[in-house]
């Protein structure tokens, strides 16, 4: 048996503490996370590898991304094997639209075996909007195509490509 805590990155604490078997898949691990948050785990989510230092490494996406073959999916990573020690860590991403960030560690494991992930320890009531998730949109109505066309200026009069002389750029 793991147990994992999960916390949300915001300001106010959001905290769950949950025991899941270690042959559970990270699959499973996301959908008893989506739960104890109070999601219904239909939303895309992604985990990363994370270090100490909670730098982010490498996707486990829900879904195989793969264009061909078997590639690295939620389904395909097994708990014991994707965190393998104490304190390994991981960072969730759940619904890309929002952006919900969770930051994963394993607190403890023992020899003891449970069928099923539950929730030990909540803190703190889920907010209504991620106030993390904002983005810089910038203004690119101030660009005129003529800022644009001025980068191109030697392409304005050729008849075909061959008269580009690629060697150039």
Same mark, same amino acid.
């Given at each position: ?66 264009? *061909? ?23 969730? *991403? ?28 909540? *803190? ?46």
């Amino acid at each position: 048996m793991y147990k994992v805590r999960a916390i949300l990155d915001t300001e106010e604490d959001v905290i769950r503490t949950l025991t899941i078997n270690e042959n559970g898949s990270l699959e499973d691990l996301h959908f008893s996370l989506a739960k104890s948050f109070g999601f219904d785990g239909q939303e895309m989510a992604s985990f990363y590898v994370a270090d100490a230092e909670w730098n982010q490494g490498e996707e486990i996406p829900l879904f195989n991304m793969a264009e *061909v073959g078997e590639g690295v999916s939620m389904a395909t990573c097994v708990l014991k094997d994707t965190l393998p020690n104490k304190n390994d860590k991981l960072i969730y *991403v759940y619904d890309f639209f929002n952006m919900w960030t969770f930051y994963i560690e394993v607190v403890d494991f023992s020899n003891e075996t449970i069928e099923e992930s539950k929730v030990i320890l909540t *803190v703190g009531e889920m907010p209504k909007e991620n106030e993390n998730n904002t983005f810089d949109i910038q203004d690119l109505s101030k660009d005129s195509d003529d800022n644009f066309n001025d980068d191109f200026d030697d392409f304005s009069n050729f008849q075909s490509l061959d008269d580009i002389d690629l060697d150039k750029y």
